[in-house]
């Protein structure tokens, strides 16, 4: 089955500095890579998504990138502010009318925004 | 406002005892889905259910056990066969179009006695 490792476990920015957060996955097959925002004590919110059809996608302050090649994609956000401070989840599916029972989570980067 | 309710939001399991975590949408949403989350995990899929009256296993559905009578409701029981049941619970709901877009609640923690 599909494989999904996430890192840094734990990221500590500087408000107004850019963050990025790493995911591989395992399966050539996986064509669906939601990011997911959880905020303490709430579930966890999408944030933003890509298909493998594209390389890039991008909404305000953060973007998703995608290397199909090296199975690895990557959620950036730039002019970081304290409300971004959460955990972030990445996720990979092969979504083929196979829905979320085919997606498999990162272990989640907790993002932390120093004042 | 639509959405997914969960409750309770905080919940005990006494030694030998079966519990049961609720969980409504109106979404109207056909797909509905429970995972569990442990500190520093990922999310993990419980059960999840595609339509009314039917339900799937997930990655670790041992000592669980669902229904779906209503589109609306997919409540998990956690019973005393789950041995580690402490943990954070989501449950999820998803469109059948482009069903792997999630909306979840906002969770239900449970612990042990």
């Known amino acids: 089955g599909e494989n999904v490792e996430q890192h840094p476990s734990t990221l500590s920015v500087q408000e107004g500095d850019s963050a990025v957060i790493k995911c591989t996955y395992s399966?050539?097959?996986?064509?669906?890579f939601p990011w997911y925002k959880q905020e303490l004590g709430k579930g966890p919110q999408l944030i933003i998504d890509?298909?493998?059809?594209?390389g890039e996608k991008k909404d305000q302050r953060i973007a998703v990138t995608l290397n199909k090649t090296a199975k690895h994609f990557s959620l950036h956000i730039t002019e970081t502010q304290p409300e971004d401070s959460a955990v972030y989840f990445c996720a990979a599916s092969t979504y083929s009318g196979g829905g979320a029972d085919g997606l498999t989570f990162g272990k989640g980067t907790h993002l932390i925004i120093q004042p | 406002d639509g959405g997914i309710t969960q409750s309770p939001k905080y919940l005990f399991r006494k030694e030998g005892q079966n519990v049961t975590l609720s969980c409504e949408q109106n979404?109207?949403?056909?797909?509905m889905y429970w995972y569990r989350q442990d500190p520093g995990q990922g999310l993990r899929l419980i059960y999840y259910?595609?339509?009314?009256?039917?339900?799937q296993k997930g990655d670790i559905a041992e000592g669980y056990s669902v229904s779906r009578e209503k589109k609306e409701s997919f409540p998990l029981t956690v019973t005393s066969a789950q041995k580690n049941p402490t943990a954070f619970y989501l449950c999820?709901?998803?469109?059948?179009?482009?069903?792997?877009?999630?909306?979840f609640g906002s969770g239900t923690q449970l612990s042990v006695l």
């Open positions: 890509i298909r493998s059809n594209v």
């Open positions: 999820a709901s998803s469109t059948d179009r482009g069903r792997s877009k999630l909306f």
């Open positions: 259910s595609q339509i009314v009256n039917d339900f």
């Open positions: 399966d050539s097959a996986s064509n669906y």
């Open positions: 979404l109207n949403h056909d797909a």
